[in-house]
């Protein structure tokens, strides 16, 4: 403790930044616990709520049909609700759900303040909606706010939770089931929810949405916050790598400053593995204290998180938990990873032969080999470029360090900007082969609009048929269109268009080269209600994953003949004349939902980019320390003899100059080929076509920055070493 003490005292700056950012980067580790400290208290939701295990949104079923679902025998209970979409007096487009109170089991509500509803003009909701003992108006009609209250399956959503009664007579029977299951593995739900869809469809009931599974007691938030926390918890360990980049290059510079001392010691008798062990100590010690900060703080953190995330989506206030296994993980990688970058400093002071180490000067002169004595011939300039190619040339090891370091910072520097323009991009040829400027979606199951071209009474329109759909378990959207379609005209890769009511199908051609269909196959079509098989007559270079047919022909398949669920239109404010609630999308809505995503992108690819830059950053300053002080002598000359401080300035970004440049094209080309593997991982995943558009107009700024960087670098550096006296220093004291 005593000689981490007078380390102390010798760098406090460099060792107090070091402790924080390692205290800072284990707290954010420490996200990865969110998971873990959520689920016991979403388990206990799960029960107290009685979440399904299997949610279907349908059209309107009857007692009997309900009673058929809950005699299969892996069925535990079936249970109707009746939920209308409706609109309120501000505007605002929301959902009252129909509860029976009294008899249900699942989807029970959780009662903030008040009562639940006893009378049809009654309602629990959310305060956001307003006040209890307000009265709230919905599709024209009153309801008396009497409490506030949510369930978990809607929780974060401003709905209305009525009496059973009071909503059925709008829907004309139960339209959201919801089943618990007597095994409720994924398998098992898998196996029950074919057999539920295959009942419905018997009975002649219309979805447009495979069943939502629940397994192994799971929530619909759970893939979300597990998200959420890997993506703040890989920003954490990427911080840990910053943090241990600065560690290494405080205790590099630390131990490579006692080399004199440890080599008084070994000419006394001391044992080379006693020094190295008395030298990694420094690093350990840093490493334990960031470990007793950061380590609460994780804690702190992962609690805080999930406290919100849970508050503010499921409406439950988790209690306090540890998950001690990214505890242990985090201490035993903190101090490893500590022991290993001091480990090659150690090893380094040590194995110096004595003389040399208590010489005290740079260990590695220039012309011990014929490529030095080479570049001694050519004219590289005057002294200070002489001087700055020789510097370059004698520690090659360290040279490509420093170059490889550059190299990553570009790198990442021109990925991020590429990731962005190639996902605008895309984003932007998915909607290139739509012409409509509104998409009015029905808001009710099933399909609930007639399907004709004459539901806008103010511009032109046109109905059809969006809902998911499969292939060989790959999720696609399957649109069903007129074949004459004035909406939709993407370039045909091959084939032809589809004709009408022949059951054909046009389908995205990277998605058609990457599961090998071809024109002329027949595709197994996997919609919610069953399988429908189409002829491939034609691939669309559209950048999506898409199966595009008949309208009439997918609206027979759903057992919805003539019908439809979204109507396109040429106008951004559509007057859609359809007996069904609808909600309207536009152009712009769309591009402005884009755009959200795409600056959550660039939020978190920023992110990590800044963290790698850092990283590389902190790597050259620590390579140029060390550098700077193994040649003080060198420098300390220099400045006896009239050099200044710009001089060695100058110095310095002659030398580092060649190494950006090399490191800039190095890492242009890098990012390049990382953002191509990136994005290459992607299309393969989801077969999908995106396409890479790389940021040329992003080099100019990298190149300005790694210059400004450099330059920034060196005077940083020359700052630090030229605070010392010159006679002290060419005196050789350490």
Known sequence: ????????????????????????????????????????????????????????DTTPLDADRLAEIEALPDVAAAEGQAIAAVELDDGFQTRIIGLDFDGQTMDLVQLDAGRLPVDTDEVVTTPAIGSIGSTVVADGEPFEIVGHGSTLWWSGD?????????????????????????????????????????LLDASGAQFTTFPELLPDGSTPID?????????????????????LVLLAGTTNTLITERTREVAVMRALGGRSRQLRRRLRRIALGITAVSLLVGLPLGIAISNLVARMVLEEFVGVTPSFAVDWTIVVASTVGALLAARLVSARAARRVTKLSLPE?????????????????????LPTGGLLERIAVRSTARRPARTIAVTTQISAAVAAAFLIPTLVTSVNDFNTATLAPWSWESVSVARDPGLPIVATDDHDESAASEAGVWVDGAIDDWGVDVYGMSPDSQFFSADLRSGRWIDEGKREAMISDGFASRRDVAIGDTIPLELANGVAEYEIVGTLDDSYVAVYVDRADVATDLGAPGMANVVWSASEAPVIDVDAAVRVNTAADLAAEDEAGRDAVVLIFGAIGAIVVGVAALAVLSTMTVNLFERRHELAALQAVGARRRR?????????????????????????VGARA????????????IGVTDAVGAIPFIVVGTVAALWLLSAAVVRTTTKKPIAVTLRGAA
């Open 648 to 672: 060695l300035r100058g110095l310095l970004t002659r030398e580092l100059l060649p190494v950006g440049a090399v490191g800039l094209a190095i890492g242009i080309g890098l990012g390049a």
């Open 1 to 56: 403790m005593r000689s981490i003490l007078r380390q102390f005292r010798r760098a406090p700056g460099r060792i107090l930044a070091s402790i924080v950012a390692l205290a800072l980067a284990i707290g954010a580790i420490g996200v990865l616990a969110v998971p873990a400290v959520s689920e016991g208290t979403l388990h206990d939701a799960v029960g107290r709520d009685g979440l399904a295990d299997i949610i279907v």
């Open 357 to 377: 180490a208590l010489r005290d000067r740079d260990g590695a002169p220039f012309g011990g080999n014929w490529t030095h004595r080479l570049l001694a011939k």
């Open 678 to 689: 990136i994005i290459g991982s992607f299309e393969a995943g989801d077969a999908i076509d």
């Open 223 to 243: 893939d979300d916050i597990a998200q959420v926390s890997t993506l703040i918890g890989m920003l954490g360990v990427f911080a840990g790598l910053v943090a």
């Open 158 to 198: 401003d709905v209305l939770y009525a009496p059973f009664d009071a909503v059925v007579t709008e829907t004309g029977g139960a339209n959201h089931l919801v089943v618990t299951a007597v095994d409720d593995s994924e398998e098992a739900l898998r196996a029950l929810s074919d057999e539920i869809r295959t």
